[in-house]
Every structure is written in C-alpha cells, then in structure tokens.
Nanobody
C-alpha cells in the first residue's frame, strides 16, 4: 500500500519560514519523481516544485523560485520543502505527490498525500 504523509504545516507570519516533510512508503522511492502541489480556497490545485528521481534536478514554479527549496533523502524515503520569505498568497493546503517518471515534473501524478495546511498571516 502506497502512503505519502505530509507534516510540518502551520500558521506563520508573512516573512517567516516553514519546513514541510513528506514520508513515502510502499513505493521504490528512488524510482519516483516527487512533487509538491498546493490548493488555496476557491482555486485549482497548482504545481509548486518537483525533484526528479535522480535528485539532482528540480523544477520550481515561478511564484516560489528563490524562496522555496526542495530536497529528498533516499535513506529515509522522505522529501522536504523549505519555505522562506512566506507571503499570504502562499496560504494553501500543500500536497505531496509521487510520479513514476524520470523527467516529467508537471501534469498528472500517480500518488498523493492527504495534504497539510499552511497559513501565512499578513
């Protein structure tokens, strides 16, 4: 059974930082491209960032470039998202996702977590 479990969400003031984590089980972690998506109230889910299965290549949405950093730990089967300089518009439910792909980072993913709430106050 595949499980992706997010943690680390919370409430933070604008300009602050949060670190999200995603623990993966039931998949061969090194074979999957891992991504973060988010969905704000009343909006569609949007791509945030992904890290390819090689670990050396990433893809960031323009809205988070220079502020967010994705990483993965193959020994622990975890992925992290360090979010700095947070803005109120970053408020959303953040989802961890896994995709059996070596290169593609956007579009459909195979597995999803339940999400973790991030709220940035102004």
């Amino acid at each position: 059974q595949v499980r992706l479990v997010e943690s680390g969400g919370g409430l933070v003031q604008a300009g602050g930082s949060l670190r999200l984590s995603c623990a993966a089980s039931g998949i061969t972690f090194r074979s999957y491209t891992m991504g973060w998506f988010r969905q704000a109230p009343g909006k569609e889910r949007e791509f945030v960032v992904a890290i390819r299965r090689s670990g050396g290549s990433t893809d960031y949405a323009d809205s988070v470039k220079g502020r967010f950093t994705i990483s993965r730990d193959y020994a622990k089967n975890t992925m992290s998202l360090q979010m700095n300089s947070l803005k109120p518009e970053d408020t959303a439910v953040y989802y961890c996702a896994a995709r059996d792909s070596g290169w593609a980072t956007r579009g459909s993913y195979d597995y999803w977590g339940q999400g973790t709430q991030v709220t940035v106050s102004s």
